[in-house]
């Protein structure tokens, strides 16, 4: 039977409602394990997984069968659920609408592995903004400026 072979990375960046600083150092990695257990249960390949209290970034490997919309509408929709029912918060959690989502060529891969590592160390220097800013303008995204992530 013929097989569909296929290379596609895409690296996400999205964020709680608001892009409220929520994703707390006590659960961080447990829910990044938990990210880890959506996407293996979609048949799909997590590369690297790592942000900070106001952002996430996920690098996988898609397959052609699921579409980039709704791979992650399925990972924030699960995590989400299961960051309320573990009651991590005391109020309601959500991730906030959009985000980013960008191609990356396999010859780049490891560059953005050790980018999304970095993350903490990244952000000593700069702004979750002024980094989603420079990864639109890397990737050559026109954007209008009202339709960014709500930054507050």
């Not at 006590?26 to 997590?46: M, P, R, S, T, W």
Request: aromatic share 14%; proline share 4%.
């Amino acid at each position: 039977m013929p097989n569909t072979y296929s290379q596609i990375y895409l690296h996400y960046v999205f964020s709680p409602k608001y892009r409220q600083a929520l994703i707390k150092a006590e659960f961080e990695e447990e829910l990044y394990k938990y990210i880890a257990g959506i996407i293996k249960n979609l048949d799909q390949q997590l590369i690297r997984i790592n942000g900070m209290p106001d952002h996430c970034h996920l690098l996988v490997r898609l397959r052609p069968s699921l579409a980039p919309s709704k791979f992650i509408q399925a990972v924030k929709t699960n995590s989400s659920r299961w960051i309320n029912e573990k009651k991590f918060l005391n109020h309601r959690f959500n991730w906030q609408t959009g985000g980013g989502i960008f191609s990356v060529s396999h010859r780049n891969v490891p560059e953005l592995i050790s980018y999304i590592e970095n993350q903490k160390e990244h952000h000593k220097k700069s702004s979750f903004r002024e980094e989603y800013l420079e990864l639109l303008n890397h990737y050559g995204i026109t954007f209008e400026k009202e339709y960014l992530l709500e930054f507050f």
